[in-house]
């Protein structure tokens, strides 16, 4: 069946950048999907991040945009977050997802389990 | 950008109905159909309940409904049971081509 799996450091240093990937494995990241992130710090609710089609457009929220890069690598079915000059606040547990969208609708139906990101020195 | 706004908890008994607004502006809930609703039992990650305001994925138990009207979307969930117990999530697509989560809310089964 269709998966995702996050991977990338568990612990990053104030400042520094987060660097996740997601890889897709039972569906072609080539598809008819968008591939994003979403984030839920510890205890609070759900931040949606941003999400890229494979023709390489992407959206990024409003509030991480300055912050924020993602890409895809068709070649190794992956894609991937990169978050600049972390803080403390950025600590959360990340998940990658994919999100169907079409002109009445646009939802996430498949989260990855999601991986914890702690930002300390 | 600000999220969208959900009762922080709601509870029910077993059997009761309960709903979980979700009230955003005429730039996402009120301007799109494109308004999604989220399951999450503690530990895990969030499942899609209910898509395009009112569309139940396949294996999800009609006991689950959504609706909407102007800018504030509603899930409802009727013949409540002890597996219910969650926090749930409302999305929408946004005029700026993003989506947009609500708070959240926590459903007590009493």
């Known amino acids: 069946q269709v998966q995702l799996q996050e991977s990338g450091p568990g612990l990053v240093k104030p400042s520094d950048t987060l660097s996740l990937t997601c890889t897709v494995s039972?569906?072609?990241?080539?598809?008819?999907?968008?591939w994003g992130w979403i984030r839920q710090p510890p205890g609070k609710g759900l931040e949606w991040i941003g999400y890229?089609?494979?023709?390489?457009?992407?959206f990024y929220s409003p509030s991480l945009r300055s912050r924020v890069t993602m890409s895809v690598d068709t070649s190794k079915n992956q894609f991937s977050l990169k978050l600049r000059s972390v803080t403390a606040v950025d600590t959360a547990m990340y998940h990658c997802?994919?999100?169907?969208?079409?002109?009445?609708?646009?939802?996430?139906?498949?989260w990855g389990p999601g991986t914890l990101v702690t930002v300390s020195s | 950008q600000s999220a969208l706004t959900q009762p922080p908890s709601v509870s029910g008994s077993p059997g009761q109905s309960v709903t979980i607004s979700c009230t955003g502006t005429?730039?996402?809930?009120?301007?799109?159909?494109?308004v999604s609703w989220y399951q999450q039992p503690p530990g895990t990650a969030p499942k899609l309940m209910i898509y395009e305001v009112s569309n139940r994925p396949s294996g999800v138990p009609d006991r689950f409904s959504g609706s909407k009207s102007g800018n504030t979307a509603s899930l409802t969930i009727s013949g409540l049971q002890a597996e219910d117990e969650a926090d749930y999530y409302c999305s929408s697509y946004t005029d700026s081509s993003t989506l947009i989560f609500g708070g959240g809310t926590k459903l007590t089964v009493l």
């Open positions: 890229i089609y494979n023709s390489g457009s992407i």
């Open positions: 039972g569906h072609s990241i080539s598809s008819n999907n968008w």
């Open positions: 997802a994919r999100h169907y969208c079409s002109v009445n609708a646009c939802y996430v139906d498949l």
């Open positions: 005429s730039s996402d809930v009120g301007n799109y159909n494109r």
